[in-house]
């Protein structure tokens, strides 16, 4: 069983101005990517995992296509949500939004973005669960879905520009039956990012986005996943140029399962030598 060995490369704390960036990669890389530019990767665009661990601390496991991937920590404080939307301000930097257990959201700059964190909205506590697919609507700016208590999936649609236009668009009702949503990046593969959910039973459920806001039908890729604490899809992990999904069971081992490109898996998984997680991003 292959596993994956980390190296820790550097303490960084998101706080303290003054650390040194690679050079960045294209905003138009970060559309439909929910990506971390993490220092090590040298300009380059990989789809790194994100945990937070109970304290606040930050691990960012840098898929930068070594045979041992590389890992560097910060902290956050006190968050109950972590999305990677990608260039959320139009700096052509990746950031991060985050919600407080107060409900407040903020864009915190990713590794190679800066130092200010800015409020970003209020009361998003009511919130019963987010995801950034990127861009979901094609307009070339980052978005954010939310479920609320009822069950209705909601489109907050980004201006680029760090903030949201006027308005919300409801993308779904019946999404209360899921107790995991996040992106599922171009799992499908035929371009447009796609949203991953799991239901109450365990099953989880492929549903790709048609790029303009809206849903293709959605297929069935999984079985008896209820057994997973946290599962989110941070992309081509494993640099073989497909998607892949990354799960912690509730012992506190962590999976790689291998995507196959075309919205389905390839039977592989692989044990992640990586701590126990509060918090995927």
Do not use: C
Request: glycine share 18%.
């Amino acid at each position: 069983m292959r596993r994956f060995m980390m190296s820790v490369v550097a303490l960084l704390s998101m706080l303290v101005a003054g650390t040194a960036v690679p050079a960045t990669a294209s905003a138009d890389d970060f559309l439909w990517h929910n990506l971390v530019q993490e220092p090590s990767d040298a300009g380059e665009v990989y789809s790194d995992l994100v945990t937070i661990g109970n304290g606040g601390q930050i691990e960012v496991y840098a898929a930068n296509g070594e045979s041992q991937p590389q890992r560097a920590a910060g902290n956050i404080g006190a968050v109950d949500a972590v999305l990677m939307p990608g260039d959320w301000d139009g700096d052509g930097h990746a950031d991060w939004v985050v919600r407080t257990p107060d409900g407040q959201l903020l864009r915190v700059p990713g590794w190679s973005g800066g130092t200010q964190i800015n409020q970003i909205g209020w009361r998003w506590d009511v919130m019963t669960a987010l995801t950034s697919p990127g861009d979901w609507d094609g307009d070339g700016a980052p978005d954010v879905l939310a479920r609320d208590g009822s069950g209705a999936l909601w489109m907050y649609k980004g201006n680029g520009d760090g903030g949201w236009f006027p308005g919300r668009v409801q993308v779904g009702w019946g999404w209360n039956v899921m107790n995991a949503i996040f992106s599922g990046h171009d799992f499908s593969g035929d371009g447009p990012s796609d949203v991953i959910a799991r239901d109450t039973n365990g099953q989880l459920w492929l549903y790709p986005g048609n790029g303009a806001g809206g849903w293709q039908n959605r297929i069935q890729i999984g079985w008896g996943w209820q057994g997973m604490d946290l599962v989110a899809a941070p992309g081509d992990y494993d640099n073989d140029g497909r998607g892949d999904v990354i799960a912690q069971d509730d012992g506190g081992t962590i999976w790689l399962y291998q995507g196959n490109g075309i919205g389905g898996f390839t039977g592989q998984r692989w044990v992640m030598d990586i701590p126990t997680a509060h918090i995927f991003g």
